[in-house]
C-alpha cells in the first residue's frame, strides 16, 4: 500500500496551479488538483485577464464602428448598435472554452481534480470537503483576491469590484474607478468606449503606480485625450449608496476640502491580497509575512519541507505568467529536477488602447542601481509617431524606450506605448533573457513595416542615432 495517496496536491488551479500540476503529471508525479469553483483556471480564466480581454476587445471594435474613426479609411457605418447581453455571451463562450480545455488536460495528463475547499490538517495532509488526502509534497496556488476599501461594501450592483465591472447588465451613466491602477483603467476603458462618463480616483500623485515615470506621465495624456476624468493625488474618504446612485466623498490625499461626486456604478480597484484564508496553515506549521504572503526559498519550498508556494500567493508581480512559470519550475524541484525562472525578466502589459507593456528596470530604478554601483545608463528613445507601420494604421500615439548600461551595454529595462506593446515586449524579454546589449537589438534586422522596428530604432538611439527621427 502506497504511503501517501498522491506525490503531490496542488491546492488551486489558476494559472500557477493548474500549470504546476499538468508538468507534475507529465515528469510522472501522481497528481492531484483542489479546486472549489464549478470550473478551473481560477480567477485569471473565470473572472480576470480572459474576460476582460474579450470585453476590451468587443468595445474596441464597437467604438471604432460607432465613433465614425474608420471614416478616414473609407469605411462608414450607419445605425450602429451595442448589443450588450451578446456581447457578455461571447466572453462566456470564450471562458467556456478555456475553462474546458483546462479539464481536457487534466484527463489527458491523469491530474486528478479533488472538489471543493482544502484545509491543512498536517504538514502532509489535507481535508478536502470533508475527506482527509495526504501526500509527499503540497504545493499552495490560492492566488489573490481584491483588496476591500475599508466601509466601503461591495454589492455587485452599484459598487463592484473587479468581477462585478465584467458583467454589468447595463452601461452605466458615470462610473467611478477608484484606483488608477491596470485593473481600473482597463475596465474603465471597456466602459468608455460604450459610452459611459468614466472618472478615475487615485490617491497617488500619477496613474500606473511603480511603471517607469515617463511611461505614467504619457499614458495619463493618452487617457484625458480619449474622455478619462483622471483626478490623481485625490482619496475617497465615503461612499454611500441610495438606491441605484452612489455619492463618493473625496479630498485631496494632501489634506483639505472635501467635496462629493455622484455614480451610478463604482469600481473598487485598489488591489490585490493573497489568498490564505481558510487553508489552517498554522496546522501545517507556516506562517504568512507582513503582507499575508507566503514567503518562499528559490526553489519555491517554503520553511516547511515538502509544502511549496507559487503565484500571488507569494511575494512578487501579481501576474498570471508569473505563477504559470512559477508552477512549472516548482513541479520540476518536486520531481528532483532545477525549475528556472528569472524574475529580473517577468514582462508587464496594461491592456488599455493603447496597450503599455515593460520588463525589467524602470529608468528610475536603473538610475539608482547605477548610482549606489558608482555606474551610469543610457537611454535610448523612438516615438511611434516615427514608425511607418504604425503612421500608416493611424495608431501613433506612444514610444519606445530602451534602458541600458552605459559600460556594458547591456539592456536594463524596456518600456513601450503601442498599439500591440504586449505582443512587442516578447522580443525584448527574449533579449534581456540571453543578455543581449541594446547594439545587438539595433543589429538584428526586423521586418518592414511593421511596429517592431521601433524598439530596433530605439536600441539604435542607445547605441548612435536612429535613422528616423
Known amino acids: 500500500m502506497a504511503e501517501h495517496d498522491y506525490d503531490l496536491i496542488v491546492i488551486g488551479a489558476g494559472p500557477g496551479g493548474y500549470v504546476a500540476a499538468i508538468r507534475a503529471a507529465q515528469l510522472g508525479l501522481k497528481t492531484a488538483c483542489v479546486e472549489s469553483r464549478e470550473t478551473l483556471g481560477g480567477t485569471c480564466l473565470n473572472v480576470g485577464c480572459i474576460p476582460s480581454k474579450a470585453l476590451l476587445h468587443a468595445s474596441e471594435i464597437f467604438h471604432e464602428a460607432q465613433s465614425g474613426s474608420l471614416a478616414k479609411f473609407g469605411i462608414d457605418f450607419s445605425g450602429v448598435s451595442l448589443n450588450l447581453d451578446?456581447?457578455?455571451?461571447?466572453?462566456?463562450?470564450?471562458?467556456?472554452?478555456l475553462t474546458g480545455g483546462i479539464e481536457f488536460l487534466f484527463k489527458k495528463n491523469k491530474v486528478d481534480w479533488l472538489k471543493g475547499r482544502a484545509a491543512f490538517t498536517s504538514a502532509n495532509s489535507v481535508d478536502v470537503a470533508g475527506k482527509s488526502y495526504t501526500a509527499k509534497n503540497i504545493m499552495i496556488a490560492t492566488g489573490s483576491s481584491v483588496t476591500p476599501l475599508p466601509g466601503v461594501e461591495i454589492d455587485q450592483k452599484v459598487i463592484v469590484d473587479s468581477t462585478g465591472a465584467l458583467a454589468l447588465p447595463k452601461v452605466p451613466k458615470h462610473l467611478v474607478v477608484i484606483g488608477g491602477g491596470v485593473i481600473g483603467l482597463e475596465l474603465g476603458s471597456v466602459w468608455l468606449r460604450l459610452?459611459?462618463?468614466?472618472?478615475?480616483?487615485?490617491?497617488?500623485?500619477?496613474?500606473?503606480?511603480?511603471?517607469?515615470?515617463?511611461?505614467?506621465?504619457?499614458?495619463?495624456?493618452?487617457?484625458?485625450?480619449?474622455?478619462?476624468?483622471?483626478?490623481?493625488?485625490?482619496?475617497?474618504?465615503?461612499?454611500?449608496?441610495?438606491?441605484?446612485?452612489?455619492?463618493?466623498?473625496v479630498e485631496p490625499a494632501a489634506g483639505g476640502a472635501s467635496e462629493t461626486i455622484d455614480a451610478d456604478c463604482v469600481l473598487v480597484a485598489i488591489g490585490r491580497r493573497a489568498n490564505t484564508d481558510g487553508l489552517a496553515l498554522d496546522k501545517a506549521g507556516l506562517t504568512v509575512n507582513a503582507r499575508g504572503q507566503i514567503e518562499i526559498g528559490h526553489d519555491f519550498?517554503?520553511?516547511?519541507?515538502?509544502?511549496?508556494?507559487?503565484g500571488d500567493v507569494c511575494p512578487g508581480p501579481m501576474l498570471a505568467h508569473k505563477a504559470e512559470d512559477e508552477g512549472i519550475a516548482a513541479?520540476?524541484?518536486?520531481?528532483?529536477?532545477?525549475?528556472?525562472?528569472?524574475h529580473d525578466v517577468i514582462p508587464g502589459v496594461v491592456y488599455t488602447y493603447p496597450e503599455i507593456a515593460s520588463v525589467g528596470l524602470t529608468e528610475e530604478e536603473a538610475k539608482e542601481k547605477a548610482a549606489a554601483s558608482g555606474g551610469e545608463i543610457k537611454v535610448g528613445k523612438f516615438p511611434m509617431m516615427a514608425n511607418s507601420r504604425a503612421k500608416t494604421n493611424r495608431d501613433t500615439d506612444g514610444f519606445v524606450k530602451v534602458i541600458a548600461d552605459a559600460k556594458t551595454d547591456r539592456v536594463l529595462g524596456v518600456h513601450i506605448i503601442a498599439s500591440i506593446a504586449g505582443s512587442m515586449i516578447a522580443e525584448a524579454c527574449t533579449a534581456m533573457e540571453f543578455g543581449a546589449t541594446s547594439e545587438d537589438i539595433a543589429y538584428t534586422c526586423h521586418a518592414h513595416p511593421t511596429h517592431a522596428e521601433a524598439l530596433k530604432e530605439a536600441a539604435m538611439a542607445v547605441t548612435g542615432k536612429p535613422i528616423h527621427m
Not at 331 to 342: M, Q, R, S
Request: hydrophobic share 40%.
Open 301 to 310: 519550498q517554503t520553511n516547511v519541507p515538502g509544502i511549496y508556494a507559487v
Open 331 to 342: 513541479a520540476e524541484f518536486v520531481a528532483g529536477l532545477t525549475g528556472i525562472v528569472n
Open 86 to 97: 451578446q456581447m457578455h455571451a461571447e466572453k462566456a463562450k470564450a471562458v467556456g472554452e
Open 195 to 249: 459610452g459611459a462618463q468614466v472618472t478615475v480616483v487615485e490617491y497617488l500623485d500619477q496613474i500606473l503606480p511603480g511603471m517607469d515615470g515617463e511611461v505614467r506621465k504619457e499614458a495619463a495624456k493618452i487617457f484625458k485625450k480619449q474622455g478619462f476624468n483622471i483626478r490623481t493625488g485625490t482619496k475617497v474618504t465615503g461612499v454611500t449608496v441610495k438606491g441605484a446612485s452612489a455619492k463618493l466623498t
